[in-house]
């Protein structure tokens, strides 16, 4: 024990003696650990928010959708009804789903709506549905104002609204828009209830369901079915599109995460039987989304870490470089000790000692440098737009999530202090076998 204090007392004092040159020796592995901590923590970060966004839509969940079928299909099989072309689910189809899954949580059918949303002058394309107040519970949809829908709204067929936060601000950008009026088409509805931002836009959750939840109305779908008909027109800069769906969309959930994908199977081969090859519906199982992203996300923390590990082993290189320079420097010193009485063993020790030492003083600083990167990252970079100059370049919703994981901090340290231990056992071994009285000789 003694000896071992007297190495490791004499390997601080060299390090000590050549401050400056520990430093500059120690920035590759301070770095090295930094970058894996930062890069593993953004990885986690955007791992942990596309999953989030995922999840929104319900691990439970199976999203039946009508959608325009390709060309050649309309053409050879597709129905049209003089100019509205007519494809998707039927109500038909609804109740066949009802009847063949008795078990499920909850089937939630979405009605489209409407070409246009009017308030005044103001006027956006519309992007309105009648659905069923168990919508709520199955889209994990969140009130930030008033109330949604119930189900004395759907006995009532009343004319009542729930918007989402971006009709809300460019409908209602000064007021309140709770209890004023809102049209869809020429139909009058009174606002109930403001929808919460999702922060879907533009991210995964909107890519699946391939529109932006901020945008959405909410009514409920007897009113939609005794006010409106299944024909639904566009009209775009001179032209229009015109519809007729009778269902947009169903939402089924399986009651338990165990039985989705059995559940997801059944349903296909279930709407295969009215929609051969599936043209002009689509179903989306969140659940598999899911478990391919966490695969995904896997194997890019994986390449992550080998990109960041790269670092690691440049400051191994340096460090094995510098102890290499340091033998020839301190030939005459390992002589004199030689000639004391050291053996190999302790100038072996010695050296491992200081490499050591330097690696795990440098691995500490740059796991504190990662954790500290980890998170300005994620605090600063939302501040960005505010800046001058630079803010004008930044998009306005612009972050950087960044999620630290215990064992990335461990393992970079780790192998930090290992990458310096056994990058030092090379120039130790050098200075060890040389022999002593040329080491005396030396100058």
């Known amino acids: 024990m003694q000896f071992l204090l007297e190495v490791i007392k004499l390997g601080l004092n060299n390090l000590r003696l050549q401050l400056l040159r520990s430093i500059l020796t120690a920035l590759g ?34 999203i039946v959708r009508s959608q325009k079928p390709p060309e050649s299909a309309e053409q050879g099989g597709g129905q049209q009804r003089g100019w509205v072309q007519r494809f998707g689910i039927t109500r038909e189809d609804l109740a066949i789903i009802e009847d063949s899954f008795p078990e499920a949580s909850a089937i939630v059918p979405t009605k489209e709506v409407g070409s246009q ?28 104002r008033g109330r949604y829908l119930n189900n004395e709204d759907l006995q009532t067929q009343a004319l009542v609204a729930v918007i989402g936060t971006e009709v809300a601000d460019s409908l209602f950008p000064l007021e309140d828009p709770i209890g004023q009026r809102l ?37 409920p779908i007897t009113t939609v079915r005794a006010t409106f008909g299944d024909t639904v027109v566009r009209r775009t800069s001179g032209s229009f599109q015109a519809s007729d769906v009778q ?21 296909r081969r279930l709407m295969e039987l ?13 659940y598999e989304l899911l478990e391919n992203a966490r695969r995904q996300a896997l194997t890019g923390q994986w390449i992550s870490g080998a ?27 390992i002589g004199v000790r030689r000639a004391l009485g050291a053996t190999r063993k302790h100038i072996v020790a010695q050296f491992l000692v200081e490499t050591g030492v330097l690696s795990a ?6 796991v504190a440098l990662g954790i500290g990167l980890a998170i300005g990252l994620d605090t600063l970079v939302p501040l960005l737009p505010r800046v001058p100059v630079i803010g004008d370049a930044v998009p306005a919703d612009v972050s950087l999530p960044t999620v630290l994981s215990l064992w990335s901090i461990l393992v ?29 000789r030396h100058d």
């Open 307 to 333: 990109i960041a590990a790269i670092s690691l082993l440049v400051g191994g290189i340096g460090i094995m470089n510098i102890m290499l320079a340091n033998v020839t420097e301190r030939t005459r010193e």
């Open 117 to 144: 949303l009017l308030r005044g002058e103001k006027r956006q394309v519309s992007q309105a549905f009648g659905t069923t107040p168990d919508l709520q519970e199955v889209a994990g949809i969140v009130v930030e």
């Open 361 to 366: 003083i440098g691995g500490l600083i740059g």
């Open 183 to 219: 049209r869809i088409d020429q139909q009058s509805f009174e606002i109930i209830g403001v929808l919460a931002p999702v922060g879907l836009s533009g991210g995964a959750g909107a890519a699946l369901i391939g529109r932006d939840l901020n945008l959405d109305v909410h009514v």
């Open 247 to 267: 269902v947009q969309e169903i939402y089924l959930q399986s009651p338990s995460r165990d039985r989705v994908i059995e559940d997801a199977a059944r349903l």
């Open 29 to 62: 592995i301070i770095f090295g650990v930094a970058a894996v901590i930062t890069m593993v923590s953004i990885g986690e970060g955007s791992t942990a928010q596309a999953l989030a966004q995922i999840e929104r839509l319900g691990a439970r969940n199976i």
């Open 412 to 440: 970079a340290f780790l192998v930090a202090a290992a990458t310096g231990l056994i990058f030092g056992i090379y120039p130790a071994r050098k200075a060890a076998a040389q022999d002593p009285i040329v080491a005396l």
């Open 274 to 286: 009215t929609h051969p090859r599936l043209e002009d519906v689509s179903l989306i199982v969140p």
